[in-house]
Nanobody, 124 residues
Framework: QVQLVESGGGSVQAGGSLRLSCAAS????????MGWFRQAPGKEREGVAV???????AIAESVRGRFTISREYSENTLYLQMNSLNPEDTAIYYC??????????????????WGQGTQVTVSS
């Protein structure tokens, strides 16, 4: 059974930081394309960042330079470090596993497993 469980969400003031974690089970994160997506109230779910099996990454332009995606192999865990947070970053953040035909693309259509989501709220 593939399972993804996010944690680390919460409330933070603008300019602050949060680190989200995604604990995976039922598969090996190190051999997978993994990503973070987010969905703000009334908005479509959008890609934030992906990381491939070689630790190559693709970051959405809206968060590039502020967010970093990484993984810890020993714990089979995916992370999203979020710095310089803005109120516009307020959303439910979802961990995801993606299938990759030949690359690891930040695309909703590639997702084959979702976590339950964790709320991130950024206040002014």
């Amino acid at each position: 059974q593939v399972q993804l469980v996010e944690s680390g969400g919460g409330s933070v003031q603008a300019g602050g930081s949060l680190r989200l974690s995604c604990a995976a089970s039922g598969f090996t994160v190190s051999s997978s394309c993994m990503g973070w997506f987010r969905q703000a109230p009334g908005k479509e779910r959008e890609g934030v960042a992906v990381i491939d099996r070689n630790n190559g990454t693709a970051i959405a332009e809206s968060v590039r330079g502020r967010f970093t995606i990484s993984r810890e192999y020993s714990e089979n865990t995916l992370y999203l470090q979020m710095n310089s947070l803005n109120p516009e970053d307020t959303a439910i953040y979802y961990c995801a596993r993606l299938f990759a035909w030949y690359d690891c693309a930040l695309a909703l259509g590639r997702v084959d497993a979702w976590g339950q989501g964790t709320q991130v709220t950024v206040s002014s």
